[in-house]
């Protein structure tokens, strides 16, 4: 069974550079949760904290509550899947899954069953006496989180485990992971700097950048409501309007623009005069179609293309902005043509207003 | 082989293999073969008066041989240079085991350059050089005995160099290098993840070493071992420089015989000599189950 994971104010330095900086979160016990974020911003550093390869410069990490300051990682209830898996590529399949077993000194015929229920559980039923070096990319893979699982750990840590795999493979060992996620019932923590692959395994996920949580909830909470113009643009597509709020109104504000004032959703309320970014989603933009809009913007098509499912359209605005657009494809000939001159809207309700300065409490 | 043939050809050129093949051929007969075809042939023959040469007793005979058995001191002289060379061996694996995982491992960015220099200075020095170097360290009246002396230690100097002690000790710094280059190069390749896996895993370093990292390291050891055992077995220098007068050596027979013109027992004895160091790298290479292939790895 899964344990939690608190992290109170954890800090990582390596000489002067705070690779991991004011980490305060509780991870839940039995949950699928991700850290999202760019190359360099410190994931592998927080998962080589909580399992015990690095020590904390400050503050404290418990696993099910308990303190875990010197405690070594061949201590700690937690196992790890490293982003190059480092299998054992001198011990069979079956030797590499129950490495960790045999250091526990677990009888031989009983490891061999526990080796045998892995296998059978990974999907890879018969594979035991085979060289690792046999194996393909999505059958070593799971090799490697059978061999994590076989220590029963309670908290399981994954490092970009399918960077390396095509994106077919990778689709599927996605649906794979959350499976036995939920079969085993361990605390999953998954890193990631791929955003779908975050979005549709997590529970609840974190938005790193520089060290720091930007931002930690639910994956529809985080789309929808980014909390820093960082995650805004980190997580999905979006098209960015700087200004000055200059009046707000009820729940909404209006910036000046470049393009012109836009009404925005204001809930961070601002007050006026602040340096803001109105944050618009592409599929959020639809073409005037009469009705009233709360913001509508005449441009000129620059370019699209067809995705099957959505068209993309790349617009001008009338300053000479870029804008980029998604709809989806109706079946409809929408006698799109480079140059043409059409009106795009957009609701209050989908400009996202955000301070320019990212606002940390 | 077909293969290599193909690639060497495309490689090289005609006149260019035909160049190639040539050389290596000549080198090979001429450096290599020869000299151990012509020992051979010296060992296997009695010790004759000039004018006995070609007569009725220049016959081929393994009596040179014979008497290494027969003869009980130098019996004791051959066990001594294995058990002397083995003891070099296990004292340099177990020394440079340690300081090659750490350069390998464990130190970062510019110290391991700083500890690669510290060990290759000493060995810019010629080796007769650094063997001197010994001899006054541990000579009655030496540094080592002065420092000891004056510390209170001992209050009389101490002769290091009555047994085989200082001979054997001579052996091992000669050769450490030997030993923590291969062993560096094994250990180097190996992963950091996998240690780091075996340990979240559970693993004490202990277990880590013996399951994961002598594993990986096998090839290595098994190149360094066989170095350190021929290389001390072969030694002359040490023995001469840093043995008593009364210790005598394997290779000091040999060279005494060649000295004192019974070539046939010399080219016997280091024929001898050379088969020992064979059988040795058999038995490493057996114990430590590392094919010749892996060894150019
Ligand atoms: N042992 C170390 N010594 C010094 N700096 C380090 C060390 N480990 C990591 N860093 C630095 O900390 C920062 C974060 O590294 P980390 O490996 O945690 O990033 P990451 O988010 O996992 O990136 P990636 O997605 O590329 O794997 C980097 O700038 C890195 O250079
Ligand atoms: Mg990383």
Redesign the pocket.
Known sequence: MGQDVQLSNVG?C??E?W??RNVDMHIEAGEFFS?L????????????LISGF?DPSEGVISINGQDMRGIGPNKRHTAMIF?NLALFPLMSVAHNIGFGLEIKRVPKLEREKRVDELLELVDLPGVGDKKVEDLSGGQKQRVAIARALAVEPSVLML??PLSALDLKLRHHMRAELRKIQRRTKVTFIY?T?DQGEAFTMSDRLAV?SD?KIEQLGYPDAIYNNPATPFVASFVGETNTFHGSLSEIKDSSAIIDTPTGPLHCRNPQNLGQGTDSIAFVRPETISFMNGAQADNSLPCTIDTWSFEGAFITIQLKTGDGKPLTMRISNRGADLNLEPGKDVHVAFSADNALLLPKEASHA | MRKVWNQAKHEFGPIGLAYVLIAVSVWMLVMVVAPQLIMLDFSLHPLLFPDEIGGPKDVWTLQNYEILFSNRLHMIIFLKTIWSSLLVTVFALVICYPISYYIAKVA?GASVGWLMVGLIIPYWINELLRLFAWQIILADSGILNQAMLWIGIISEPLNFRAGNGAVILGMAYAYVLFMVFPLYNALESLDRNQVDAARDLGASWFRIHRRIVIPHAKPGIAIGCIMTFMLGAGTIAAPQLLGSPSSFWFTELIYTNFETANWNLGAAYATILALLCLVFMAIMLAVFRVSLKELSR
């Not at chain 1, 974020?37 to 080589?48: A, E, I």
């Open positions: 990582m390596f000489d550079f690779a991991v850290f974020g760019p190359s360099g911003c410190g994931k592998t550093t927080l998962l080589r690095l982003q490092d970009e890193i700097h790193m060290g | 970062r």
